[in-house]
């Protein structure tokens, strides 16, 4: 089959067209008006003429502005604050655990107990003195006890299964971590971070930290510490910082300078003294109580005819 | 570096020597550059849209884009094809608008594109009526613009080219972004269908 344009015997368009070439004479050649090339100048100076801003076009720039400070804000807000539900889910174990938690501080305030190895209190619970304080903190140990087997964070398991535990909870406890997941969101993020941590801790579930044991009992002392003071002093102290934690348990539980005795700020002893230190007693020049009445003149009331009468 | 071909152009075609000096800003140029297409372009587009008012329209479209684009010619090939290349995107242009109102469902004005029915009706009626040779010259332009109607965009515009601008293959494969082969293709096909159209008038022996 042949191609028919290279059957075309034409080198030129209007051999091509053929006899169809001349027909196309009979189209007549446009004159364009006189006024065209005005009017086209006109157009092309118009055109090439700079738009003045239309008066909205100035508030485009700020209006973008605020709608991407707005857009920004809005993910940033969405980033930063967490979901009160989520941090239920997530943290559950944490919030049932959160007052001991919360008393204990963070892994550093205990790891840095455990180093200075302050003394336990002599003295128990306020207003109970010379009761020795018992080792035990019972809400500690269920705490530990329950870290222990207790996942954290997003692979703590599904919402929904999450969900069916919190249902299971009585009401009352449902509230108490309602509370305590406030309180958890109030915290600054190093804060709730320190607070999970700990937990991980106690839970035995940082291989790479510090000795869980050591931690665990540096927990219990300070849990006695507090236990010496007046409970409506107690949320104070709790609040406190490390540092201040740390002065806080300096000024109670370390020996008075220059005493040398033992003796503590809550009035405790440390023990028997030392081989070969001298005799406990009271300063010299001071009476030595024997249990017997006191030697000299007696001090007591004066005898009746000595009793001077009323003013007259 | 100008080269030979350039200088060649701005020798010969005094459009490409205006066209030069609208380039370098003479105002004065441009105007005499519209002057001298301004007729050329509006009986191209004419006979291309069949509509006067849209052929000036579609003319000083061209001249608003020669000028914006001054600052990009070159003359290394002549102005002529440069300017049909132009006139080719903006009717290329107008059929794409067309299109998309067409899609959109907005009428539009009935174009110069005629049913055949039509078409044939009209010539037959002309050649009837009347002896071929007594067809007066405005029924024979009637008849010959429906019939270049009746050709494709493209067709229509091979053969515009070719007759209003003499055109030749290759200037025609450069305006309208085709290869030499398919510019004879097109003119192959549109000389059988303007044959078909026009039969009556070439049977009766024009001149």
């Given at each position: 089959m042949s191609n028919p344009v290279h059957e075309l015997p034409a080198d030129t368009p209007a051999a091509a067209l053929g006899p169809t070439w001349d027909l196309l004479d009979s189209l007549p050649r446009s004159i364009a008006p006189p006024s065209m090339t005005s009017t086209t100048l006109e157009m092309v100076a118009a055109a090439a003429r700079p738009r003045p801003r239309s008066w909205w076009r100035g508030w485009l720039g700020p209006l973008a502005v605020v709608a991407s400070a707005f857009a920004v804000g809005m993910l940033a807000g969405r980033a930063t604050v967490t979901d009160p539900e989520k941090a239920v889910f997530e943290y559950l174990p944490v919030l049932e655990h959160y007052d001991v938690l919360k008393e204990a501080g963070s892994v550093e305030f205990l790891t840095e107990v455990a180093r200075r190895n302050y003394p336990p209190p002599r003295r128990f619970a306020y207003g109970r003195g010379g009761e020795a304080a018992p080792p035990v903190h019972a809400a500690l140990d269920a705490a530990v006890a329950t870290f222990a087997t207790a996942s954290f964070g997003p692979a703590a398991g599904s919402p929904a299964e999450r969900r069916t535990e919190l249902a299971d909870q009585p009401a009352e406890e449902r509230r108490k971590l309602s509370a305590a997941a406030v309180e958890f969101q109030r915290l600054s993020p190093v804060g709730r971070r320190d607070l999970v941590r700990l937990a991980r801790v106690f839970g035995g579930h940082d291989g790479a930290g510090p000795d869980r044991d050591e931690v665990l009992e540096a927990a219990r002392l300070w849990h006695q510490w507090l236990a010496t003071r007046d409970p409506a002093d107690r949320k104070g102290v709790i609040e406190l910082d490390t540092a201040e934690r740390l002065e806080w348990l300096d000024h109670y539980?370390?020996?008075?300078?220059?005493?040398?005795?033992?003796?503590?700020?809550?009035?405790?002893?440390?023990?028997l003294p030392p081989p070969?230190?001298?005799?406990?007693?009271?300063?010299?020049g001071w009476p030595r109580f024997n249990g017997r009445p006191p030697e000299g003149p007696h001090r007591g009331p004066p005898p009746p005819g000595e009793i001077p009468g009323p003013p007259r | 570096m100008v080269t030979e071909s350039a200088m060649t152009n701005t020798l010969v075609d005094p459009s490409t020597a205006l066209m030069l000096r609208v380039r370098d800003g003479d105002a004065a140029a441009f105007e005499e550059l519209v002057a001298l297409w301004q007729d050329r372009l509006v009986t191209l587009f004419r006979h291309h849209t069949g509509d006067h008012s849209s052929a000036e329209d579609l003319a000083q479209e061209v001249f608003l884009r020669v000028y914006r684009a001054r600052a990009t010619y070159?003359?290394?090939?002549?102005f002529t094809t440069w300017i049909h290349t132009i006139a080719n995107n903006v009717s290329s242009d107008l059929r794409q608008r067309a299109y998309r109102r067409k899609e959109r469902g907005v009428p539009q004005n009935v174009s110069a594109s005629t049913s055949a029915l039509g078409l044939e009706h009209l010539a037959v009626a002309a050649s009837g009526l009347r002896p071929a040779r007594q067809a007066d010259r405005s029924e024979l332009c009637d008849v010959v613009q429906e019939a270049i109607a009746s050709l494709s965009d493209n067709q229509r515009m091979a053969v515009l080219l070719a007759k209003f601008e003499q055109c030749s293959y290759e200037e025609i494969a450069a305006a309208m972004g085709l290869t030499v082969p398919a510019v004879k293709s097109l003119l192959f096909r549109a000389r059988d269908q303007l044959r078909a159209k026009l039969e009556p008038y070439e049977r009766e022996g024009t001149r």
């Open positions: 539980a370390l020996v008075r300078p220059g005493s040398g005795r033992g003796a503590y700020r809550d009035g405790g002893f440390r023990g070969g230190a001298p005799p406990e007693g009271p300063p010299p | 070159r003359p290394t090939a002549k």
